[in-house]
């Protein structure tokens, strides 16, 4: 072991004549592990935010969509489909017609978005159907022969859990759904409304969708809105997620070769953009303000490194009376630093470490999912990050030790020694 490392060792295990020098390094320590803790957490909290929000939002919607911006919606649009579906980097391609609906049970009722769909095409752009938790979506397939007369039952739905939770449904329930775009009558525009049967209830723990999403079959979403052979959107599913500003570029130029302007192509990265930008804004806030608390652990080193420098004053001259340079002794205070902020670190990295961990593995903190759209707090711990808030910890605390390394090391041997 080198000297210096030595006696600063040993100044650090030493019986002290001052015990506050003693419990100020202490809580210099739990100070830095403290910070060092708290950032590790804060950080894997956002990082799962930002990660369990994008894993959501990328794998419940599509990652591209095209829509009309003129008119009413797409028209004939199985050939374009088929036509966009060999755009490079597109992998499925599935149609989809929206509409805002009310949906009632007795005296319950609850707005809703409905999604007119082909199941089959749905699962292949989006896996919000394989949520489902309760019934199956084997019903929202296509019938046989859409020309033929309706059977008794009503058709099919599949609701969110909080919507059910809202209107008091379950699998087998049928629900009376209105639409606003009703059909004009001698007395006025009357709604149009159509009894659906509850075949499945999904749970995505997302709230957005899980209270307000609902699912049918294509033709009667058509027949509902009173829009034979019209959709509102084709969803894209790609092969790489960041290319989705490329791809809906191409997907619109690709649209008007085929059928003239009037078309946009929107992607989740541009639907997105002021969530993910103020999710990275808070993670730099939350990595400021926790970092204070390793500023002031290391103004704890600096007091407890300048009361060490007053205790040992005369251990100080009779070294250098003995030969010791001035820079080993600034040497030993700066390695007296540099071992308070490596435990204190070390200390503070393996427990937020476990605590992020058991976070991410038991889920035991729960969120109101009304409030922060996901029902639980996701834990995403990244060595990086780690990584990162051990160097700033130990790049702070050594920073508070160069004042009372510089005092140590300017001790004059014969003015200390005067008196002893």
């Not at 599935?94 to 319950?108: K, M, N, T």
């Not at 499945?200 to 209270?211: C, E, K, L, N, T």
């Not at 993910?276 to 080193?301: G, H, P, S």
């Amino acid at each position: 072991m080198r000297f210096e490392l030595f006696v600063a060792a040993r100044y650090l295990r030493a019986r002290r004549r001052q015990a506050v020098v003693g419990l100020v390094t202490v809580i210099s320590v739990v100070g830095v592990a403290a910070g060092v803790g708290a950032l590790i957490i804060a950080l894997a909290i956002t990082n799962g935010m930002r990660r369990d929000m994008q894993q959501r939002l990328v794998g419940f919607t599509a990652h591209v969509q095209l829509m009309r911006t003129a008119g009413d919606g797409i028209r004939h649009w199985r050939a374009l489909m088929a036509n966009l579906a060999r755009v490079p980097h597109v992998v499925a391609v599935a149609p989809g017609l929206y509409g805002q609906v009310l949906i009632s049970r007795g005296a319950r009722s609850g707005g809703a978005l409905i999604k007119g769909i082909v199941p089959r095409d749905e699962r292949r752009v989006g896996n919000l159907l394989q949520t489902i938790h309760d019934g199956s979506a084997a019903a929202l397939a296509p019938v046989a022969n859409p020309g033929a007369p309706e059977s008794e039952l009503a058709p099919p739905i599949v609701i969110g859990d909080e919507l059910a939770e809202t209107l008091g449904a379950g699998v087998g329930d049928t629900l009376l759904v209105t639409s606003p775009q009703g059909e004009l009558t001698p007395l006025g525009l009357v709604p149009r409304y159509q009894r659906f049967r509850v075949v499945g209830i999904f749970s995505s723990g997302f709230y957005q969708y899980d209270s307000g999403y609902a699912f049918m079959r294509l033709a009667d979403a058509q027949r509902l809105f009173s829009e034979p052979d019209l959709i509102s959107v084709l969803s894209f599913k790609i092969d790489d997620l960041y290319k989705a500003i490329q791809v809906s570029q191409a997907i619109e130029e690709a649209t008007e070769k085929d059928r003239g302007p009037g078309f946009q192509a929107t992607n989740w990265i541009e639907q997105n953009r002021e969530l993910f930008r103020d999710m990275k804004l808070e993670q730099d806030v939350t990595f400021i303000v926790l970092a204070l608390i390793v500023v002031v652990a290391a103004l704890n080193i600096l007091i407890a490194l300048t009361m060490m420098v007053m205790e040992k004053t005369r251990d100080i001259a009779v070294m250098m009376s003995f030969g010791v340079t001035t820079e080993q002794v600034r040497k030993i205070f700066l390695l007296q630093g540099f071992l308070i902020s490596t435990v204190g670190t070390l200390l503070g990295f393996v427990l937020g470490y476990v605590i992020s961990l058991l976070g991410s593995h038991y889920r035991f903190i729960h969120l109101d999912a009304s409030v922060y759209s996901i029902d639980y707090l996701p834990f995403a711990p990244r060595l990086v990050d780690g990584l990162v808030v051990a160097s700033v910890s130990v790049g702070m605390s050594l920073l508070a030790t160069l004042y009372p390394s510089s005092s140590a090391a300017g001790v004059l041997p014969a003015e200390a020694l005067r008196y002893e």
